[in-house]
Structures are given as structure tokens and as C-alpha cells.
């Protein structure tokens, strides 16, 4: 018993040691425990976790890093996770689909990259610039730009001040050396008056006259030549007993008709019509016949109105005749070209409003009004149109040939009633047979004188 009091006297401490242990190491695991289960201020809480939700997301938003590629004067391939410094030279590669990369040829772009090192990274925020910032940006670029454009235009601008005198310059410099510009509606009223006074000679009105031709095939100087009379002294030169003034009047009112009705109009109007028919009907030289019927053809094309007077006046007499006159062969094929020119639009008109669905408008009306076709065969023009396929030029044969066949529903009967146009059409056959063949030899297809054998053998064709 003594022996167990002892032993029990001398274990007290060390129980007393073994507490205080297992004491301190709950205290310690009570402090370290998670803040989720552990008693702490709200306020507190909350700004911790903001915080951590802040310091999350900086994470996910941590910048991709790219390694910066280092551009040579050479192309190099492009390997994927690399930057392309600013101002270099990109393309795609059609033949390996790969992209390449190298510098530009400016020694500012390879200035710029002096400062980056081999190795060294470019990191890419971003959340750097705001659309605000990019709009920002963008006005003053373009602000920039703009001022760029204006000191470029200033000193283009003053390069040509330097090179080049202004107008009100040169006509100083004119009116001391007592030259004097004039435009074009001065110079023509000048060349009118000098060509209508009586105090000019021949000659003189000769030259106002073709100056004049010059001047008037732009059409605003022929409209201009309306507003102060121009065109009616010009109409008027055709009544003058000098022949060479009449055919360089019908010079000039062919120039000024061509493709503009509102001159065609007030010529009509003025009494053109009946002036050019009138000399076309008298004894002229065939150059003075050549200029009248080139006014003429210039004031009936696109103009039905005009056309409906042309045929009223015995238009059609008067170029029967001239066709007919003996050393006017060359007029005859300019004449059967007209023919075929008026036929012609006068069937593209219809077929136009035919096309447009439209049944009156005002254009076909007028066209309709103009009974050309049976004029022409009343006026043997069958029968003229078809001896003159036997002119040796083959040129007058394929304008002639068209025109046989623009008249063909019209004079069918009267071509099958003429052996003479059997006979030339035979024998221009077996000519142009050759011909084609000749051609083919050379290598052509579908030459001229295959394209008129074409047109014979359709025409004969149609005959049978």
C-alpha cells in the first residue's frame, strides 16, 4: 500500500502536464479553423469576400501574353501564339496556306522595333480602351487626316500658282500684246456678222462659214447659234447665187442638225426643209448636191415630223431624180442608205412600244403618221433600189443589199416581177462564193464576203 501511494503521488504532476497539453492544442485548433464556421463580424465578412470575388475575376482576366515575332526584309513563316510588331508586312501564302511575315520597306518600322529584345513578351490588356476612348480616337485621327489633306491641297495649290498664271493674268498680258479672248458664242457671233455683212468678200465668207462648222458640232454652240438669229442667217446663205456659199451653208446646218431636235425644230421651222430640196433639185456640182444632202439626212433623221413634211414636199421625187442624173452614182448609194436608215427606225419604234406595252405613246404616233413605205413604191423605188446592186463597189452592193431587204415585205412582188435583179443576184452569188473561198484559205471564218454571200443567199431565197 505504501508503495501504490507513492506511485500515484508521483503520476499527479504528469496528469496535471497532460491536461494543460490537450488544453492549449484545442485553443489553437479553434483559431485556425474556417472562417465559414468561425464567429466574425458581418461588415467584415462581406468586405473579404468582395475582395476575393475581385482578385477571381483579375485572374480570369489576366492579359493573354503573346511572344513577340521579330520581322526580317525576307518573308519568314508565321508560327501561331506570335505578335506581329505594328507596320509589318502580312500575306497568306496560296501554295503552303501558311502565313508570312516581314518588314516594310520604310526605315521608320524598323526603327520602331530597335527597343524590343528577343524574348521579351507583349502583354495585351483588353480593358485598356473604353468606345468612348476608340470614338475619341478616331475624330481626332480623322481630324488629323484632314488637316494633312488641307496643307497637302495648300501646297498643290501653290506648286501650280508657281507653274501657272491665273486667267485674269494672261488676259492683262493679251490686252498689253492687244489680243483678246474671246469664247466660243463671241467668236461665233463675230464669224456670223462677218459672213452676213456685205462689206466681206468671197473669201471671207467662205472662212466664216467652215469656222463656223467647227463651232457648231458641239451642240450647246449649236443651240447658242439660236439665240442670236445665227441660225436663220445660215439658212438664208442657201438662197445665195454663189454656189460655193451654199454648200458651205448646208456645211454648217448639217453640223449643227446632227443629233439635236431642238436646232431641227427651229430649222424646220425656219424653212430649211424647203431650201435644201430646192437646191438638191436644181443644177449644183456634185460636192455643192454632197453637203445639201448630208444637211438634209442629218435634219430627217430622228425627226418625224420632219419626215412627214419631207415626204408632203415631194422629198422623195427629188431624190429619184438626183439618183438618176447621170455622173450621181455616188449620191445614189448615200440616198438608198438614207432610205434604209428611215424604214429602219421607223420599225424600231414600233418594236420598242411593243416591247414598253405602250400602244400611243407620242413618239410612235408621230412615226406613224409618216407612210414612207408606200411612197417608195408608188415612187418606183423597188425597182431603182434594186438596179443599183449592180455599182461594181462592194461596199455600195452590201448598203444596197441591206436596204433590198428592209424594203422586201413592201416590194416582194415587184422583185420576183424583175428578171434583171434575178440575173445580178445569180452572178453576185457565184462571185462571192469565191471570194469566201478565198477567204477560208486565209484563215477567216466568217469573213466580209462571207457575210454578203450570206445575205444573197437569204435574199434569193426569199424570192422563190
Known amino acids: 500500500m505504501p508503495h501504490q501511494g507513492l506511485l500515484l503521488f508521483r503520476m499527479a504532476p504528469l496528469g496535471m502536464l497532460l491536461g494543460m497539453l490537450m488544453t492549449s492544442c484545442f485553443t489553437f485548433c479553434l483559431s485556425h479553423k474556417n472562417s465559414e464556421f468561425a464567429l466574425t463580424n458581418p461588415e467584415e465578412s462581406s468586405t473579404k469576400e468582395t475582395e476575393r470575388k475581385e482578385t477571381t475575376a483579375e485572374e480570369e482576366l489576366d492579359p493573354k501574353v503573346l511572344e513577340v515575332f521579330h520581322p526580317t526584309h525576307e518573308w519568314q513563316a508565321l508560327r501561331p501564339g506570335h505578335a506581329v510588331p505594328a507596320g509589318s508586312h502580312v500575306r497568306l501564302n496560296l501554295q503552303t496556306g501558311a502565313r508570312e511575315v516581314k518588314l516594310q520597306d520604310e526605315d521608320?518600322?524598323?526603327?520602331?522595333?530597335?527597343?524590343?529584345?528577343?524574348?521579351?513578351?507583349?502583354?495585351?490588356?483588353?480593358?485598356?480602351?473604353?468606345?468612348?476612348?476608340?470614338?475619341s480616337a478616331l475624330a481626332k485621327f480623322k481630324e488629323g487626316a484632314d488637316m494633312e489633306s488641307s496643307k497637302e491641297d495648300k501646297a498643290r495649290q501653290a506648286k501650280v500658282k508657281r507653274l501657272f498664271r491665273s486667267i485674269e493674268e494672261l488676259k492683262k498680258d493679251f490686252e498689253e500684246l492687244n489680243v483678246v479672248i474671246e469664247t466660243d458664242m463671241q467668236i461665233m457671233v463675230r464669224l456670223i456678222n462677218k459672213f452676213n455683212s456685205s462689206n466681206s468678200s468671197l473669201e471671207e465668207k467662205i472662212a466664216?462659214?467652215?469656222?463656223?462648222?467647227?463651232?457648231?458640232?458641239?451642240?450647246?454652240?449649236?443651240?447658242?447659234?439660236?439665240?442670236?438669229?445665227?441660225?436663220?442667217?445660215?439658212i438664208n446663205g442657201l438662197n445665195s447665187t454663189e454656189p460655193l456659199l451654199k454648200e458651205y451653208a448646208a456645211f454648217v446646218l448639217g453640223a449643227a442638225f446632227s443629233s439635236n431636235p431642238k436646232v431641227q425644230v427651229e430649222a424646220i421651222e425656219g424653212g430649211a426643209l424647203q431650201k435644201l430640196l430646192v437646191v438638191l433639185a436644181t443644177?449644183?456640182?456634185?460636192?455643192?448636191?454632197?453637203?445639201?444632202?448630208?444637211?438634209?439626212?442629218?435634219?430627217?433623221?430622228?425627226?418625224?415630223?420632219?419626215?412627214?413634211?419631207?415626204?408632203?414636199?415631194?422629198?422623195?421625187?427629188?431624190?429619184?431624180?438626183l439618183v438618176q442624173e447621170k455622173g450621181m452614182e455616188v449620191l445614189a448609194v448615200r440616198v438608198v442608205t438614207l432610205l434604209y436608215d428611215l424604214v429602219t427606225e421607223k420599225m424600231f419604234a414600233e418594236e420598242e412600244a411593243e416591247l414598253m406595252r405602250e400602244t400611243s405613246p407620242e413618239k410612235l404616233q408621230q412615226y406613224r403618221q409618216?407612210?414612207?413605205?408606200?411612197?417608195?413604191?408608188?415612187?418606183?423605188?423597188?425597182?431603182?433600189?434594186?438596179?443599183?446592186?449592180?455599182?461594181?463597189?462592194?461596199?455600195?452592193?452590201?448598203?444596197?443589199?441591206?436596204?433590198?431587204?428592209?424594203?422586201?415585205?413592201?416590194?416582194?412582188?415587184?422583185?420576183?416581177?424583175?428578171?434583171?435583179?434575178?440575173?445580178?443576184?445569180?452572178?453576185?452569188?457565184?462571185?462571192?462564193?469565191?471570194?469566201?473561198?478565198?477567204?477560208?484559205?486565209?484563215?477567216?471564218d466568217e469573213g466580209y464576203f462571207w457575210e454578203l454571200l450570206g445575205s444573197i443567199n437569204s435574199l434569193l431565197k426569199e424570192l422563190r
Open 108 to 135: 521608320k518600322l524598323r526603327n520602331n522595333l530597335k527597343g524590343l529584345k528577343k524574348g521579351k513578351r507583349l502583354d495585351i490588356n483588353t480593358n485598356t480602351y473604353t468606345s468612348q476612348d476608340l470614338k
Open 208 to 234: 466664216a462659214l467652215f469656222d463656223l462648222e467647227y463651232y457648231v458640232h458641239q451642240m450647246d454652240n449649236a443651240q447658242d447659234l439660236l439665240s442670236f438669229g445665227g441660225l436663220q442667217v445660215v
Open 283 to 321: 443644177e449644183q456640182s456634185l460636192t455643192a448636191k454632197k453637203k445639201v444632202l448630208f444637211a438634209l439626212c442629218s435634219l430627217l433623221r430622228h425627226f418625224p415630223y420632219a419626215q412627214q413634211q419631207f415626204l408632203k414636199l415631194g422629198g422623195l421625187q427629188v431624190l429619184r431624180s
Open 370 to 444: 409618216v407612210h414612207l413605205l408606200p411612197g417608195l413604191q408608188e415612187q418606183g423605188w423597188c425597182e431603182i433600189t434594186a438596179h443599183l446592186l449592180a455599182l461594181p463597189e462592194h461596199d455600195a452592193r452590201e448598203k444596197v443589199l441591206q436596204t433590198l431587204r428592209a424594203l422586201l415585205a413592201t416590194c416582194r412582188d415587184r422583185y420576183r416581177q424583175d428578171p434583171q435583179l434575178n440575173r445580178t443576184l445569180v452572178t453576185l452569188q457565184a462571185e462571192y462564193q469565191a471570194l469566201a473561198a478565198l477567204e477560208l484559205q486565209d484563215g477567216e
